[in-house]
């Protein structure tokens, strides 16, 4: 039996996925990489983080939708649910400190949706 509530975490980790990649990918990675007050080490470990993050949103996505379909994935989602919500109050707590609202950083919101929807898988 489908878990609904995983099933829209996955989609949603795909939905955060594309706009990291491609929006993100644009407005961030470009510019980061222009930078050139930043010594070499310092601009190429940010874009490997960069990537990690990619990494996890993939592995995110995948492992709501195995917990989806398979009840013995459960686990998955747990610790999925976990990170999303952590990622969601680790971008607010560095917007915070940045001086920028929360809000105008898209992982704040984007994260916090996967792990609602994580909550709900776990709810059932």
């Known amino acids: 039996m489908l878990n609904a509530g995983f099933a829209a975490a996955s989609v949603l980790a795909l939905a955060t996925f594309a706009v990291h990649t491609f929006v993100g990918g644009i407005y961030v990675v470009r510019p980061l990489l222009a930078v050139e007050r930043l010594t ?6 940010n ?3 960069w990537h990690m ?9 995948a492992m709501f939708a195995y917990a989806a379909w398979e009840p013995a ?4 989602g747990v610790l999925f649910t976990v990170m999303a919500a952590a990622f969601s ?4 707590a560095i917007a915070v400190k940045g001086g920028v ?3 105008r ?4 919101s984007l994260f916090a ?4 929807a994580g909550l709900w898988g776990l709810s059932a």
Do not use: E, Q
């Open 73 to 76: 994935g459960r686990g998955f």
């Open 47 to 49: 874009y490997y983080c």
């Open 113 to 116: 949706a996967v792990a609602a």
């Open 40 to 45: 070499r080490a310092s601009r190429w470990l």
């Open 89 to 92: 109050v680790l971008c607010i």
């Open 105 to 108: 950083f898209p992982p704040t």
């Open 101 to 103: 609202r929360p809000w």
């Open 53 to 61: 993050t990619t990494l996890t949103l993939i592995v995110m996505a």
